[in-house]
């Protein structure tokens, strides 16, 4: 996925069609997407979006403890325009969600900390990131 994630996709998409229950097949499936999205034409963008952010949902519903999908995850709601399904509401979900899972608080705080910056909320900020 890192030297060809055009290649990797497809890799991956058949490894899906082959056994559709493995979760690291779909989190590597997402991060391909998304390593190619910038290659891709203004109405591709869409589509790719919502393909990777419905296989990280399918990585977490596979294995909710799944710290590096939700992170993921949690940083595409926070990144991504309102139109291709970006919302801080489920960010914060995501980053609340890390909280709960083993060696996820962190991750959960920094990105809780990250979303209270955007919202100017400076002392929230400060909680999560102390």
Known sequence: AERAPADARSLLERSIALDAT???AHYWHA???FSTINDAGMLAKGRLAGQGRSALERAIELDPDYI???IA???FYRNAPGI???SMRKAQQQAESLLTIE???PHGHRLLGAIAM???QWADAERHYS
Do not use: F, M, P
């Open 84 to 86: 291709a399904g970006g």
């Open 22 to 24: 493995i979760a690291d």
């Open 68 to 70: 590096a999908a939700r």
């Open 103 to 105: 060696g996820g608080q």
């Open 31 to 33: 991060t391909a997407i």
């Open 118 to 120: 955007s919202e100017k």
């Open 73 to 75: 995850l949690a940083e």
